[in-house]
């Protein structure tokens, strides 16, 4: 039996992807289907962030790049799919066990996901304001620098270090030590 992807979104996510009812997140044992994902408004542009409950994995898509929101989880698959193909160097694998059928949408409660969604959040309204503009070029830089800013709750390790480590020992994210 497969595992079901578990998306926990805020409440602004909740209301822009119209979903009225969320269930209640439960725990789950594979290191690549719990995300947290939210959506801002930065400098009147829609975008969608997401970050990854045991590591702090971070992506950003921009709204223009998807089109409709109905597009969303498509384009995350596709958007973590070559994100980690990079990270990884270059080896393919089907990471997510995730089909588009069977997600789970539940709240959010974990507060330390939730503050790292925040930090993401100022970073990438401080570099869109530096620049005068957003779209996803900008975003997959800021998910860049995210990704390798050593973090002290990781013994100051980048989530980019935790998700290969946890990626090359095959283990689940409950076997992620956290300081």
């Given amino acids: 039996m497969s595992t079901i992807s578990q998306f926990r979104l805020t409440a602004n996510a909740a209301r822009e992807l119209k979903i009225i009812k969320l269930e209640e997140p439960v725990i789950v044992t594979t290191l690549y289907d719990d995300w947290c994902i939210d959506v801002r408004r930065i400098l009147r542009k829609k975008i969608f962030i997401f970050i990854h409950v045991k590591t702090r994995l971070a992506l950003a ?50 507060k330390s996901a939730l503050k790292s969604l925040v930090d993401f959040n100022i970073l990438l309204g401080q570099v869109a304001k530096r620049h005068g503009d957003i779209d996803q070029f900008l975003c997959d830089k800021v998910v860049n620098i995210s990704n390798n800013m050593p973090r002290k709750s990781f013994s100051y ?9 946890s990626r090359k020992l095959n283990l689940t994210c409950d076997a992620i030590v956290y300081n």
């Fill in 157 to 165: 390790r980048t989530p980019n270090e935790i998700w290969k480590e």
């Fill in 61 to 110: 898509i921009a709204g223009s790049k998807i089109g409709k929101t109905q597009n969303l989880f498509d384009c995350f698959f596709l958007f973590i799919q070559e994100y980690l193909y990079e990270l990884e160097g270059g080896q393919s694998s089907n990471i997510l066990s995730c089909h588009l059928e069977y997600m789970r949408l539940t709240k959010t409660y974990d």
